[in-house]
């Protein structure tokens, strides 16, 4: 019996039979079947074939590693192992250093041995890359054809159009077009807006909701013209996203329910609306460093009096628990311990800051190494002849989602480390952080240089779910 392990990658979650996982490791099982392989492991991903660094190819590299008796990797397509030919060339004389086949259920084994067999291979490996790169190119180039007129191109619509079916260029598709039923009320919404103005008073009068009003006073589409690309890759650090900086039309390729002036008079309102309401918003402190016990993030929660306008109580309230905490009392305590705190003198040094993630990430990685030793005792009862890999199945899943989370953590640990140390706490910040915090005047300016300060120096407050304790990590 030939001993292997699987590799599944399929770059979203709704894709047909050739890319689902399911349908993939479905394939792959009657292959093994048939050919007389024994797959002991499965590893999958859900990303992109071009990218090099996936977490489950990674564990798929780590695993054979340890695990020398396994001679084949067994992919549906070699298409799913990678899209990227230099990448997908590195694997491959990896797996070759380990002297391990990669086998393609649709393709055979996947030489790479530097002589003419290896030169179907190769030929794969670039088609798959220029493949990817024909498939990006078709796709941006027909979304900026499209944007640009006024063709239907997934997703909700505002409620002053419609969709139905017509011709652009000749082709038969579906278009955007008035919406005979609400195009009149949603234009007398808008003008008694902009002669009330007023945002609240005009969408209660209307009866629609206030933050879906506000959502729309900033869209082009009211004046006819198009956004897009609002959501996609954003940076080379970032793959997916909704991007900041999105692209709007030059021309007009919807029907107008507003003129370019009475548009400007919209936003020139929600401008002066939200400068009002971010006047009554209280600065909390430590909303982006406290935590529950729990396991929740606490975050500013202003519960207003009944009958007093602009009266009530700033609390810190859990997301998770529900847990709420006066903001005036726990800020109170917290400068108290802050100021006392004999560690706070020695974050000038890095070693010091990063000696608890790097005991943490340490301790993970023991974890991960007593999961691995696990799984190779199991592969080898398997391995022995002494059960079947369909007893252990359920058990080897087990124990690769167990890795998987602390590998997940570990990421996040790598991730905080690097952003500590690129951090420059100097003696002055720390003397800053006390003087301001001894001071804690209410203004907002004020406030806001003192929580960026404090984003700064401490990274996590955590007050105990049952004791109610504080534990302060800088």
């Known amino acids: 019996m030939k001993i292997a392990v699987a590799y599944v990658r399929v770059s979203t979650n709704k894709q047909d039979i050739r890319g689902s996982k399911l349908g993939q490791e479905q394939e792959i099982k009657n292959y093994a079947s048939k050919e007389g392989y024994n797959i002991v492991a499965f590893f999958d991903d859900t990303e992109h074939g071009d990218i090099a660094n996936r977490v489950g190819l990674d564990d798929l590299k780590k695993y054979l590693r340890m695990n020398d008796s396994i001679k084949y990797v067994i992919v549906y397509h070699s298409d799913r192992f990678t899209r990227g030919f230099q990448n997908g060339i590195q694997d491959l004389f990896f797996l070759d250093g380990l002297g391990i ?14 002589n003419y067999d290896s030169l179907p291979t190769i030929v794969r490996m670039l088609g798959a890359q220029v493949e990817k790169d024909k498939m990006v190119q078709k796709v941006t180039t ?45 234009r007398r919404f808008f003008l008694t807006m902009i002669q009330s103005k ?18 729309w006073l900033v869209v082009p589409e009211l004046m006819g013209k198009r956004s897009y690309g609002k959501k996609g890759k954003i940076d080379k650090l970032h793959n997916k ?10 021309k007009i390729v919807f029907p107008a329910l507003l003129t370019k002036e009475e548009y400007e008079q919209l936003l020139y309102l929600r401008h ?10 209280k600065i909390y402190l430590y909303s982006q460093v406290l935590y529950c016990g729990c396991g929740g993030k606490f975050e500013g929660n202003f519960v207003r009096k009944i009958g007093k306008e602009g009266k009530g109580t700033p609390y810190y309230r859990c997301s998770k628990c529900g847990k709420r905490i006066n903001a005036k009392k ?5 400068i108290d311990r802050i100021c006392n705190d004999s560690r706070l003198q020695m974050l000038n040094e890095v070693e010091f800051r990063l000696a608890d993630l790097f005991d943490e990430k340490t301790e993970y990685e023991k974890q991960i190494n007593i999961l691995r ?68 005047l209410p203004h907002d300016d004020f406030r806001i240089s003192l929580k960026e300060i404090i984003n700064l120096i401490i990274r996590r407050i955590t007050i105990g779910d049952t004791d109610g304790k504080i534990y302060i990590t800088f």
Not at 205 to 214: A, E
Not at 388 to 414: G, P, Y
Request: aromatic share 8%.
């Open 198 to 215: 007023s945002i609240k008073s005009t969408a209660e009068k209307f009866g629609l909701n206030l933050n879906t009003v506000q959502s």
């Open 241 to 250: 996203g909704r991007r900041h900086d999105y692209l709007i039309t030059e």
């Open 272 to 281: 002066r609306h939200r400068i009002q309401v971010r006047e009554d918003i």
């Open 373 to 440: 030793e696990k799984e190779k005792r199991v592969i080898h009862l398997v391995t022995d002849g002494i059960t079947s890999m369909d007893v252990v199945e359920a058990e080897l899943r087990a124990l690769k989602k167990q890795r998987d989370h602390f590998h997940s953590l570990i990421n996040k640990i790598d991730k905080t480390i690097q952003e500590e140390a690129q951090k420059e706490i100097t003696e002055d910040n720390i003397n800053m952080l006390k003087e301001l915090l001894t001071l804690n």
């Open 142 to 186: 027909a979304m900026y054809q499209y944007a640009e007129t006024a063709r239907y191109l997934g997703g909700s619509i505002f409620p002053w159009f419609a969709i139905e079916k017509g011709y652009i260029d000749g082709k038969r598709c579906k278009i955007v077009v008035q919406n005979k039923d609400t195009w009149d009320f949603y």
């Open 330 to 334: 726990l800020e109170r305590n917290l």
């Open 101 to 114: 086949k990669l086998v393609s259920v649709m393709e055979g084994i996947q030489n790479i041995e530097g």
